[in-house]
């Protein structure tokens, strides 16, 4: 009787609407009670204020105060620790499954019978399992779709299943319309379903420990690749740091051996300088002699002095300067070169041969020079929709993106940037790939990125060059910078609105350049890409273009 009347109490004491103790308790006019924040909420909205239970209306809306005596009666209440409905007493929420049986406020149902096609709480399963004590009837978790499992036509617990039909059936079913059909009852079906079941989970389960060890064999197998590419990187830096060495050592005796032979060729052609100078002044002389000689007047002394003149020394014969071409060391140089080449081409072959993949050695062919030779390498390049952001406006032939002030009609697609006002080719650029990009207006990013760039948010994510999945050149009327990683870096060099794009994938190089009459380099990269690379345009402001120039 106490427990009863606690359950009165609390019933008594209950908000209608959220049927919890009331909270803040206020009377309408009607005399029923509610919790303020719940009549407040119920008649916001409304043009008429009636009561929810007994649907009297107020004209005008009631003034609401608080009630001290429900709301004391209430704490009193609480203070009993009975807040919690006991657990005989759990109403049904609008989640829950509700009793059948229950009259009034239903209380939430335990489980459910299929034959009887009907839900019960603790207090009328007791009743209905008393009932149908001799009975098979098939309890199971509480369901709302109970009703599924009775025949709309007969108003029958479809017990049999038509195998023929492949659908639930009642017994007179079985006797009408499937009458012939392969039919059996749906507990016999459920077995046989239930052994297929088994037996297909069998089969998951084996497969999925088939799949997990193959994941491990991968996994070792990852474990070894890495563990031999660090000995190989090891090795090969150590056996380039021994080459290195070789090679200093040799330049270093290659140096002195060529220094020591300047030193024996400059001291034998000094000798005979100084041999020869000496010459010159013996010969000075003796002209001189000569000339005072000729102007003797007097006919005897003239004679008598001309045979008493010293008879000149012998003359240095020119086979013996040995002079030689200017290019004194030019065998050697020659034969420096010659080596150089065949070191090239050991490295290129013994490399390339002994790697399981594709190695690209240093010794790569060298970077364009001329425009002719970077158009060699040009690259057909086409927008993606489906990566442009809504306000980009593509040419019909997906080279041109304008920057409109209205959304486009583009479909929602995952690729698409959400925020930042981007676009991405087509095509993946791999290898070497060059291309150049016409604009017009205020101001054009032009990047490139991974495809894997995020493309929703307006953080540093996704915006080119704010990340290290991008890297962009950005352009404007009167200066460039360079940005990647954010990280800005001035950017020096004619103004022009024709910008190439040169890119080694394999090497790690990227190259921006002006291009006007002449060819002129703005920044250049040299890293690492670790993916294929995508085109992409940035505009800024409304009717800024940007284009993929036609270069064949």
Not at 66 to 87: H, I, N
Not at 203 to 222: A, F, G, P, Y
Not at 270 to 280: A, G, P, T, V
Not at 427 to 440: A, D, N, P
Request: hydrophobic content about 30%; overall charge neutral; some cysteine.
């Amino acid at each position: 009787m106490a427990q009863g009347g606690v359950q009165l109490d609390r019933e008594t004491f209950s908000c209608s609407i959220c049927l919890d103790l009331l909270k803040d308790p206020v009377t309408i006019p009607c005399g029923h009670s509610y919790c303020m924040k719940c009549i407040k909420h119920h008649w916001d909205g409304e043009l008429i204020h009636s009561c929810p239970q007994c649907r009297q209306s107020f004209t005008p809306r009631p003034v609401l105060l608080k009630s001290t005596m429900l709301a004391a009666l209430v704490e009193k209440l609480k203070k009993t620790g009975l807040q919690a409905a006991p657990a005989d007493l759990c109403y049904a929420g609008a989640e829950d499954v509700a009793c059948d049986v229950c009259t009034g406020r239903k209380l939430r149902a335990c489980k459910s019978c299929l034959m009887c096609v009907a839900s019960y709480c603790d207090k009328h399963l007791q009743c209905h399992n008393e009932l149908h004590v001799l009975k098979n009837h098939k309890l199971v978790e509480p369901s709302k779709k109970l009703q599924e499992n009775i025949c709309s036509r007969h108003d029958e617990v479809m017990k049999m299943f038509c195998r023929t039909d492949q659908q639930c059936i009642c017994y007179l079913y079985s006797v009408d319309e499937h009458k012939g059909h392969d039919t059996v009852s749906a507990a016999a079906e459920r077995t046989e379903r239930q052994r297929e079941l088994e037996g297909s989970r069998l089969n998951i389960q084996q497969r999925i420990q088939d799949r997990e060890k193959e994941v491990k064999l991968l996994q070792q197998e990852v474990k070894a690749v890495n563990g031999s590419a660090d000995k190989a990187v090891e090795d090969s830096e150590k056996t380039f740091t021994e080459l290195i060495s070789l090679m200093q050592k040799r330049s270093s005796d290659v140096k002195q051996q060529v220094r020591s032979q300047q030193k024996r060729e400059v001291s034998r052609v000094r000798e005979l300088q100084e041999k020869l100078e000496q010459e010159i002044s013996e010969l000075k002389r003796r002209d001189a002699e000569l000339k005072l000689l000729s102007h003797t007047e007097d006919h005897n002394q003239f004679l008598l002095s001309y045979p008493s003149l010293p008879a000149l020394s012998e003359a240095t014969h020119s086979s013996s300067l040995n002079i030689r071409p200017l290019s004194y060391f030019e065998d050697m140089t020659a034969a420096l070169s010659a080596v150089r080449d065949k070191l090239q081409d050991v490295l290129r072959e013994e490399l390339t041969n002994a790697s399981p993949t594709e190695v690209d050695v240093l010794l790569s062919a060298a970077e364009p020079t001329t425009r002719a030779e970077f158009l060699e390498y040009s690259q057909e390049i086409t927008l993606d929709p489906n990566t442009a952001y809504t306000q980009l406006l593509l040419s019909e032939g997906g080279r041109k993106a304008t920057l409109m002030g209205q959304p486009q009609s583009y479909s929602s697609h995952p690729d698409r940037f959400t925020n930042c006002v981007q676009v991405l080719s087509r095509e993946s650029l791999t290898g070497r790939c060059y291309w150049e990009v016409e604009w017009r207006g205020r101001e054009v990013d032009v990047a490139v990125a991974y495809k894997n760039i995020s493309r929703a948010g307006s953080g540093g994510e996704c915006a080119f060059g704010r990340n290290d999945k991008s890297w962009s050149l950005e352009c404007k009327q009167n200066s460039y910078s360079f940005r990647y990683n954010n990280i800005n870096t001035p950017v020096s060099g004619p103004q022009s609105f024709r910008v190439g794009v040169y890119l080694d994938h394999r090497a790690g190089v990227l190259s921006f350049y002006s291009i006007s009459e002449t060819m002129t380099l703005l920044h250049r990269v040299q890293t690492t890409f670790t993916q294929p690379l995508h085109a992409g345009f940035w505009p800024y402001g409304y009717g800024t273009t940007a284009e993929f120039c036609k270069l064949k």
